[in-house]
């Protein structure tokens, strides 16, 4: 393997076992939010327990998350000096942003998060809860504009030629607001939410099979279904937000996700299929006209096709590969709407908790948002490709120079091997956890958290 081949997948391996971590901090975050709110309000010692519970494994995810994106950080001056020197600008803007307005507000009240229900206030304590919660959002608010300013570049010029070319910003807002940002944001923390809700819907299943812990397990479990039943709407509409985005700003990468070689009107949807890409043919199941009326609203509309938009082949994405991501990713989407709201009208038949091969459904659940994130994010990249920046740098020219094949290949070992353990790690953690269950002590709070008396008769 060359060092470019294997630069890209060292990369790809790091962030995406890093990208398990982070959404199911920003999704169990929301699910605090709630878990403590529910708390406060009712007052009910049982909502106090799975706040704690639900911020031990909180806490889990975050040390592991934190760990595991420092080494991205690295592998840019290592691997990638060309393209960072080309984009250092813009990156160390959103960079800094991302440190100062969300790590030091989430790990600032952390400690408090963790360490303070017996310390400070429950109404200090819940705000600590909701800036942490803000804290993981916004991580994500800077780091998806980063991204999204590789796929759709705004608010900048080039200065200097060749090697020293670089990306200088020009107006900032135009940069956070580049014209992918705020729809792949929204469709990314609605991922996000599906992850820490499916965690929290899976244990909670698990639970009721075991018939233990039943009341936290009943009650969890409805917040968990809750978020992410909206969650996994409005990924269809986000999602749906994004695929018209993409079909304006990165035609190519549309055709390639669709298989779409000619320039159609009445272009159909394809449902599943596999492309030939020797042949330029794609064999599918398909509808016609949805995709022509999915992306414009018009069946008549025409949707350009790889042959006219990338006559050279060197010039479009590995087809069959973004196809094949881009179609998994829909079909786990489109099976979390439908485990949702089965499970909703479950519940809302009084049902959900004694059918039992239901509840086995959702122990499985949890994998769904992390295998569709991962999938999700697999089709954005690869059908960016040839460009590392859309456009303007592509990939190949954003090599370092002095880096050799074999420094890499040793790194990449190095990295499985400890990223397997640190999974190994993750996952006997949380099962211990999960097989310790609440803990009794927490339905009784203390110190200043102690519940509020009655008012006497």
């Known amino acids: 393997m ?19 971590y982070p959404p199911l901090s920003i999704g169990l975050g929301v699910t605090l939010v709630i878990m403590e709110g529910l708390w406060l309000k009712t007052n009910n010692p049982i909502y106090h327990q799975m706040a704690r519970f639900w911020t031990r494994v909180f806490a889990l995810t975050f040390a592991i998350g934190v760990a595991t994106g420092i080494v991205m950080e690295f592998e840019f001056g290592t691997n990638w000096a060309t393209y960072s020197r080309y984009v250092g600008d813009v990156f160390g803007s959103a960079l800094a942003a991302e440190g100062i307005f969300a790590f030091f507000l989430e790990s600032g009240f952390l400690a408090i998060l963790l360490f303070g229900w017996d310390k400070v206030g429950r109404k200090l304590h ?20 980063a991204n999204s300013w590789m796929q759709t570049p705004a608010g900048f010029h080039v200065v200097g030629e060749g090697l020293d070319a ?24 609605c991922g996000a939410w599906q992850a820490g809700a499916f965690l929290v819907v899976s244990v909670s299943a698990f639970y009721l099979l075991r018939r233990k812990h039943l009341d936290f397990a009943q009650r969890s479990l409805k917040v968990g279904l809750a ?36 320039s159609l009107t009445n272009a159909p949807l ?15 199941l398909e ?26 082949p060197a010039d479009r994405p590995p087809v069959n590969l973004t196809f094949q991501f881009y179609h998994v990713m829909i079909a786990i989407g489109f099976g979390m709407i439908a485990v949702s709201l089965t499970a909703a009208v479950f519940w809302w038949r009084d049902r959900l908790f004694q059918t039992r091969w239901l509840l086995w459904l959702l122990v499985f659940s949890v994998l769904g948002p992390q295998l569709a994130n991962q999938f999700g994010w697999y089709a954005a990249e690869v059908g960016r490709q040839p460009w590392i920046v859309y456009d303007l740098l592509r990939t190949s020219e954003g090599i370092s120079r002095v880096v050799q094949a074999e420094a890499v290949l040793g790194s990449l070992i190095l990295f499985a091997l400890i990223y397997l353990l640190l999974f190994a790690v993750f996952v006997y953690l949380l099962n ?3 097989q310790h269950g ?8 203390t110190g200043k958290l102690s519940p509020r008396p009655e008012p006497s008769a």
């Open 166 to 189: 670089r990306a200088e910003i020009t107006d900032f807002w135009a940069m956070v607001f580049n014209p992918s940002a705020m729809d792949r944001l929204s469709h990314t923390l």
């Open 432 to 434: 211990d956890k999960i």
């Open 227 to 262: 978020v992410g039943l909206v969650a996994s709407l409005l990924q269809l509409v986000t999602g749906h937000d994004s695929a018209v985005g993409v079909s304006r700003h990165q035609p190519i990468k549309m055709a390639a996700f669709e298989g779409q070689y000619e």
């Open 2 to 20: 060359d060092v470019l081949l294997l630069s890209r997948i060292q990369f790809a391996f790091t962030i995406a076992f890093h990208y398990i």
């Open 287 to 312: 509808v016609p006209g949805l995709l022509s009326y999915l992306l414009h609203g018009d069946t008549a509309a025409e949707v350009k096709g790889l042959r006219e938009l990338a006559p050279d």
């Open 126 to 145: 819940y705000f600590a809860t909701w800036m942490v919660c803000l804290g993981a959002h916004f991580s994500a608010v800077w780091i998806v504009v």
């Open 270 to 284: 394809t449902l599943f299929g596999w492309v030939n890409e020797s042949e330029e043919r794609t064999y599918s």
């Open 438 to 445: 609440p803990d009794p002590s927490d339905l009784k709070p």
